[in-house]
Nanobody
Framework: QVQLVESGGGLVQAGGSLRLTCSASGRTFSTYAMGWFRQAPGQEREFVAAIDWSGGSTYYRGSAKGRFTISRDNAKNTVYLQMNSLKPEDTAVYYC????????????????????WGQGTLVTVSS
C-alpha cells in the first residue's frame, strides 16, 4: 500500500510560484495514477490535476491549465505540482491522491473513492 506525504505549501504573494511535492512510500508507486486536489475553507474538495502511471498523460481543471504543471519522478517516488501565477482564489489545503486503477471519471466525480490520500499542505496566496 502506498502512503503519501505532501510538502511545499506556504504563504506567497499573488503572481508568485510554489512547487508542491508528494513523496510516496511503497514499492508499487510507479503503477499508480497520482493527482492533486484542493479544499478551500467552507468549500468542497475539488480536482486540480492528475498524471498517469507513466507520466505520459496529464489532466487539469480548467483554471489550472497554463498555470500549473504536474509531473512525476518514479525513480524518486515523487509527484510535483508546479504552480505559477498564483491567485488569491488558489488558497486552499492541497492534497495528494493515488489510485492503482488509473485515471478515470472517479477523479472528477467520486474522488472520495480514491484509494490513498495524503494529509494535505496549506497554500495561502495573499493579494
Amino acid at each position: 500500500q502506498v502512503q503519501l506525504v505532501e510538502s511545499g505549501g506556504g504563504l506567497v504573494q499573488a503572481g508568485g510560484s510554489l512547487r508542491l511535492t508528494c513523496s510516496a512510500s511503497g514499492r508499487t508507486f510507479s503503477t499508480y495514477a497520482m493527482g492533486w486536489f484542493r479544499q478551500a475553507p467552507g468549500q468542497e474538495r475539488e480536482f486540480v490535476a492528475a498524471i498517469d502511471w507513466s507520466g505520459g498523460s496529464t489532466y487539469y481543471r480548467g483554471s489550472a491549465k497554463g498555470r500549473f504543471t504536474i509531473s512525476r519522478d518514479n525513480a524518486k517516488n515523487t509527484v510535483y505540482l508546479q504552480m505559477n501565477s498564483l491567485k488569491p482564489e488558489d488558497t486552499a489545503v492541497y492534497y495528494c491522491a493515488a489510485d492503482s486503477r488509473g485515471y478515470g471519471g472517479r477523479w472528477l466525480r467520486f474522488h472520495e473513492t480514491l484509494e490513498v490520500w495524503g494529509q494535505g499542505t496549506l497554500v495561502t496566496v495573499s493579494s
